[in-house]
């Protein structure tokens, strides 16, 4: 069992900075790739960011690219995604998600741990 907490959220104004974490209790972080969703109030879940097992391999949403970098650190348990030059679209509940398969981007029932999400409001 993986348990999935996230912090860092928060209100900021556009063109502003956040940095968000996942901390992942057990030892097995490093077996699952680890994958950042968000959720806008009446819009479906949607994809952000993903890192591979290792950290060797990053992929992202093009609504992101160039401005949100995902990293983790296995040692720490710990994903993070650093989010710059936010943007009000920003705005949603972020969600990490964890996936022993090492699938990126997939349908949300593919991930077998999510957590409770974190609350990010860009204000413009």
């Known amino acids: 069992q993986v348990q999935l907490v996230e912090s860092g959220g928060g209100l900021v104004q556009a063109g502003g900075s956040l940095r968000l974490s996942c901390a992942a209790s057990?030892?097995?972080?490093?077996?699952?790739?680890m994958n950042w969703f968000r959720q806008a109030p009446g819009k479906v879940r949607e994809f952000v960011a993903a890192?591979?097992?290792?950290?060797?391999?990053?992929y992202y949403a093009d609504s992101v690219k160039g401005r949100f970098t995902i990293s983790r650190d296995n040692a720490k348990n710990t994903v993070y995604l650093q989010m710059n030059s936010l943007k009000p679209e920003d705005t949603a509940v972020y969600y990490c998600?964890?996936?022993?398969?090492?699938?990126?981007?997939?349908?949300?029932?593919?991930?077998?741990?999510w957590g409770q999400g974190t609350q990010v409001t860009v204000s413009s």
């Open positions: 057990g030892r097995t972080f490093s077996t699952y790739a």
């Open positions: 998600a964890a996936a022993i398969t090492g699938i990126v981007a997939g349908p949300l029932h593919t991930y077998d741990y």
């Open positions: 890192i591979s097992r290792s950290g060797g391999s990053t």
